[in-house]
């Protein structure tokens, strides 16, 4: 049989929508897969009913033949299983599933088609999520994995999600969460450690590492998940993992807790991936607002899609925010520096300077209006120049990183993830140690307070402080260690009655160290931390640079400077902003390349 071969779309807002009927003249092929071709106007009109597919493409090299309007077709069996899963109960259904609906060969379609991506999703009556495991698959199969015990699975999950409901209440929570804990514990199905090892797989299933997921559950009017020949609603599943990962007020019997670190519910908050690393680009526009600074063409090289990006960003927004993004992107010398490396990892670099930043303004800008008693112009008027030396910025070097600690590491070599904690304290146990060694000419009471200071994110948060001596107190008292140096011995506590001091520990630390280190400032009492993947160096520089909310780092290159991350300073910018001179912080201008 013939392959099937593309008809051009008549109209650029045209889609293509997926039908399947019978095959009447096939009999080897009794069913058979047809398009029916509708325009997608720019205000909400009325069209053909129809639905999206979200599913994992799979493999590229294993292949199964369909039959397209008489002609074979190759997809991968992850999307012809997904189909047959949606068919399956709605057979007279239209649906767009992207590896068919797009020409994947004509890039000017392509480039049209993503463009339009997020309108395709929110037009859709339904986004389908397919995880997997149609009723064929179940049938027969091993470990437990049967249709009837995926369903009393899915029963499972909504009773954690209606658990994790009632922990948003701000009445009668206890006694709700007891009572619920005491149901489960008494009902055998749930009880049933088959069930739990049935969700792991799910939120272990590949689907929540794709990054064009984040633009499809945006735009979705109603998202519905189908595993093991079961419907469930989103919302369900993203509650039931909310209270997996974060059970809050609740205690649960330790018949569950054992189950919880091991289901990975995690995975839908963690790096997405993408097989073009355009689409890390491309594949969050319908969620954020540079669909105007990105051009969508397959055709340019990565590279200078992302310049571009940068580019058109920078002179759009007339800021310079684009730089907190990066970290350490000239590493494989085909980017600038100061454009952001989205091939990359993301590490701790992405979520934790925010305490930098107060309503809009960094803190040391609002210290300097303060002090100077006037609004002062914190763009140093705006001005920055790119040419083909680099781009220029205005800059206030703040000092010249002598030393770095070891990169806090919680996972590599874990074997028991119920010692998280464990692993927690010996990280801020040996980083206090770091801070003892080597010539220390600062008081040690004062570079205590600093190393507080930066492992929180706060200077001045005296409940974040409290909380933190508390916890930790509370949880080296139970394992009977001795007390850390950093610990002041005479101050008052927070009554923590009530909570589970392992793993408030645990939520309080675990991402404010995992992959970060700390590091001195030559000749100066202040510290700092910065995230451990972006590969800062003795002798980088800290810098505060005008249209950039945080203190950045930078590398001297002969006479310009790199751009390697941002950071967190120890800095009480209040008392930094009166040791300038009335005219303000001396600015001057510098080269990042």
Known sequence: MPAYKYQPLSNPKAIRLLQRRPNEFLASRPLQYFFDTEKLEDDYGPMIPYSALSYTWGTQVEKKTVTVEYFSFEITPSLDNALEAFFYTNPEARIWVDAICINQNDLNERDQQVRRMKTIYQRAEKVFVYLGDTPHTLVGSTAGLNPLNVTNAWKLAKYLSAISTVIQLDWGVNVVLQNAFL??????????????????RLFQDSWFERLWVIQELAASQETVVMWGGIFIPWETLKEAASFILRPGKASPPKAITDYLPNIGAHRLKQEAKCTDYRDKLFAIL????????????????VNDVYRQWAIKRITRLHSLDVLEACANSAKHNDLPSWVPDLRRLWGQDKQLWAQNVFHERPLWYISLVIQANSLLDWRHNGEWVLD????????????????LSEIADVIHNLTDTSNVAGRLLEIILGWEQWLLLGERNANIIDKYYKFVCVILRSVNDSQLF???????LGLISTRNLPRPHHVPKTMGWLDLEGVDIKKEFERLMFPRLHGCQIFEIFKDTELGIVAGNCETQPHDQVWLLQGVQNPI??????????????????VDWDTWARRQ?????????????
């Open 553 to 570: 780092i930078l590398r001297p290159k002969n006479d310009h400077f790199q751009v390697i991350t941002t950071c967190f300073l120890s």
């Open 466 to 472: 409290y909380r933190y001596y508390s916890v930790l």
């Open 286 to 301: 319908g969620v954020v607002e540079d669909i105007q600074d990105v051009e969508i063409d397959y055709a340019k090289p």
């Open 183 to 200: 149901d489960l514990s008494r009902d055998p199905i749930l009880a049933d450690p088959t069930l739990w090892k049935l969700l792991r």
């Open 388 to 403: 083909m030396k680099g781009l220029s910025v205005c800059g206030n070097r703040l000092g010249i990183i002598s030393n």
């Open 581 to 593: 001179p009335k005219s303000g912080p001396s600015f001057q201008e510098i080269i990042l390349v």
